[in-house]
């Protein structure tokens, strides 16, 4: 059985909109709500924020910690603080000799190892953001790095000698490789300039540092530590040398 049809003229007629748009006064309120709750997202963004970019930093220090060790397991020592040419001129940065070990070997193969680092034929390889060497907190600009190592007389890194890891008679845990500097001390990551001892002990709460309150070390062992700004100078003394503490 077939249902009736209706007949147009029998057609319910239409009901006018009532429907309006908003008003000048409507659509600000509602412009002031999304602001309000853009606003109120935006700690919690950058709160989560920090904890990443320290995470990556964290992780950026341990691959460096593994390429100095891969690197004196291929030639039996770590890599001097820098490498000198025919005159005892500085050339290139333990950073530069460890970039095969850092997965970067297409870099790598970019340098000039027989000029210095900032020799024109060096200029684009050293313009290279390079991430293992690159904190994500750190307020620099491109090419140079906050990863420096101690370089002392007695420090795992040296100036014109290298390490071996069975020359090390201090704990591993508690002797530094690598410390997080401040951008202020930021260097060009092909430099051969690094950290003494001074500017370990000058960084502090005035700092300018990657992440407020923290000074990161890689320790011989490979470990990450964070220092307290407000760390002691002796104990940070007393992490420089290889030499076991009497």
Known sequence: MRHPQRSR??????????RRGLTLVELLFVLAVISLLIALCMPATRSARGPARLSQCRNNLKQIGLALHNY?????????????DAEGRPLHSWRTLILPYLDAGPLYQQIDLSKPWDDPANLKAGQERYYALDCPAANVPPGRTV?????TS?????????????????????????????????????????ADEALLLSLGPQSKLSH??????????????????DSPAEDRRSRISVARKE
């Open 72 to 84: 004196h397991d291929a030639y039996g020592s770590f890599p001097p603080a820098y490498t000198v």
């Open 212 to 229: 407020p309150g923290r000074i990161l070390l890689l320790n011989v062992d490979g470990s990450i530590e964070s220092l307290d700004v």
């Open 9 to 18: 003229m029998g057609s319910r007629p239409a009901v006018p909109s009532t």
């Open 154 to 194: 007695s420090s795992l890194l040296r100036t014109g000698q290298s390490c071996r890891m069975r020359d090390v008679s201090s704990d591993v845990a508690k002797t530094l490789m690598v410390v997080e500097v401040d951008a202020d001390h930021a260097v060009p990551w092909m430099s051969p300039q690094d």
């Open 147 to 151: 990863y420096l190592a101690m370089v």
